[in-house]
């Protein structure tokens, strides 16, 4: 089988590169990314790396040549850029549409995997603590960017399908993922740039200036009274997607929140888990503080518009349609993903800062 992984120095792309190119059913992997190749990935032997970006035409000849059988599709510029939103809306959203539009004329193409997310579903002050957002609930953000450009490329995915599919066009199996904040220890301990949640809130973002000072200020934990998290572990985000890429599933086109069951990640939970307290703070606070950072960083501090809130009102889904849909078992609760280090990659964790889950 070979595979084609967009984004593939990112995160979760090369996190994918790495435990699939280990398969024996897997003879080929060609990865492409904006990105130099990952120190990570160097020496991968199954590995056809492109430089480039998937806006631009670099990759498609290589693939009519290569014929790939599952394409991934992780690339996104997801920290808005300051001052460049005609840029990243073509690297985004124009990117995502060359990605569709191959996979649909190309008929060796026989699944299309997309990273979506649940930040489209919007932060609305009428949500609530209880409710959790499925799959049949409309995508209604239309203020932070990251949320409009998936939303728009969600729709865009499936008016596409439905347009091939009533043309008769024989069409790979989608399959739309929409991950809650994806953790664990390469994401927290492996990549170059430490600037997270968990980062800020443990006060070990990356040396800068900027970082050292965003560091003194969360000595506690300022949130508003109905923030939330819900975390999902690399490991499972890597199953889930193994999954769809290598199984034989029926259904031709379908979206699933990927979230584990149980109770989201609350302010106080977060502070615990790095000795902290919470500071109670109201939404508008926050509003401000992320209108300062912004501008006065000029987007360093991902705090773009409408990011705020994210920091104030919650996005709770339910992920269980992929446990009643195709049996998967989550191997990580939302809490243990965000408190432990375990995992796959957990020998990168430093001794001081491992925190294992005792079974």
Not at 270 to 295: D, L, S, T, Y
Not at 337 to 343: L, M
Request: net charge positive; with cysteine.
């Amino acid at each position: 089988m070979k595979i084609f992984i967009t984004g593939a120095a990112g995160y979760v792309g090369a996190m994918l590169v790495d435990q699939f190119s280990r398969r024996a059913d897997v003879d080929e992997i060609i990865g492409v990314d904006k990105e130099r190749l990952p120190e990570f990935l160097k020496g991968n032997t199954k590995l056809t790396w492109i430089d480039g970006n998937i806006a631009d035409d670099v990759w498609q000849k290589i693939l009519e040549e290569k014929k790939p059988e599952v394409m991934i599709h992780c690339a996104w510029q997801i920290r808005e850029m300051y001052g460049k939103k005609e840029t990243q809306w073509k690297w985004n959203v124009e990117g995502s549409l060359k990605i569709f539009d191959f996979a649909f004329s190309h008929g060796f193409v026989k699944k299309l995997i997309y990273f979506s997310t649940v930040s489209s579903y919007g932060a609305k002050s009428t949500n609530t603590l209880e409710y959790r957002f499925k799959e049949t609930d409309p995508f209604i953000e239309n203020e932070y960017l990251y949320g409009i450009e998936k939303r728009v490329v969600e729709e865009r995915l499936k008016e596409k399908f439905d347009a091939k599919k009533k043309e008769g066009t024989v069409l790979p199996q989608v399959f739309i993922v929409r991950p809650a904040a994806i953790t664990g220890p390469r994401g927290r301990f492996m990549m170059k740039e430490r600037f997270g949640l968990q980062a800020a809130l443990s006060g070990k973002l990356s040396k800068s200036p900027l970082h050292r000072l965003i560091s003194l200020m969360v000595s506690f934990v300022p949130a508003p009274p109905l923030w939330l998290r819900q975390f999902i572990h690399e490991d499972d985000v890597a199953d889930i997607v193994g999954m769809f890429a290598f199984k034989q599933l029926d259904g031709e086109y379908e979206a699933f929140n990927i979230c584990p069951p149980g109770e989201p990640v609350l302010a106080r939970d977060m502070a615990e888990a790095v000795g902290k307290k919470v500071v109670p703070i109201p939404p508008f606070m926050v509003r401000i503080a992320f209108f300062f950072f912004w501008h006065l960083t000029r987007g360093r501090v991902p705090t773009s518009k409408g990011g705020w809130k994210f920091y104030s009102f919650p996005i709770a889904v339910d992920g269980s349609r992929l446990t009643t849909r195709y049996a998967y078992q989550y191997q990580w609760n939302s809490k243990d993903a965000f408190v432990f280090t375990d995992g796959r990659y957990g020998q990168f964790v430093p001794e001081n800062d491992r925190k294992t889950k005792v079974v």
